[in-house]
């Protein structure tokens, strides 16, 4: 499943503990515009940024229009 990053994006500043915001730049650097859940690489990226990719496509499944 592809997801746009802006909205990963959004969900990671929505769930910032104070002190993350760096993680959150991080992320907008480092993951691709479409974000590919079923893409290996992609997965280890958002877990590297704290987000559980199944979690994910859980969330987003239903509101995309995908």
């Not at 079923?38 to 969330?59: A, I, R, T, W, Y």
């Amino acid at each position: 499943m592809k997801i746009p990053k802006d909205q990963i994006m959004d969900m990671l500043r929505k769930e910032d503990e104070p002190g993350d915001a760096d993680k959150a730049d991080q992320a907008d650097r480092e993951l691709p515009d479409q974000v590919d859940t079923d893409d290996p690489e992609h997965q280890s990226m958002l877990q590297k940024f704290g987000v559980d990719p199944s979690q994910l496509m859980s969330k987003f499944s239903g509101g995309l229009g995908i």
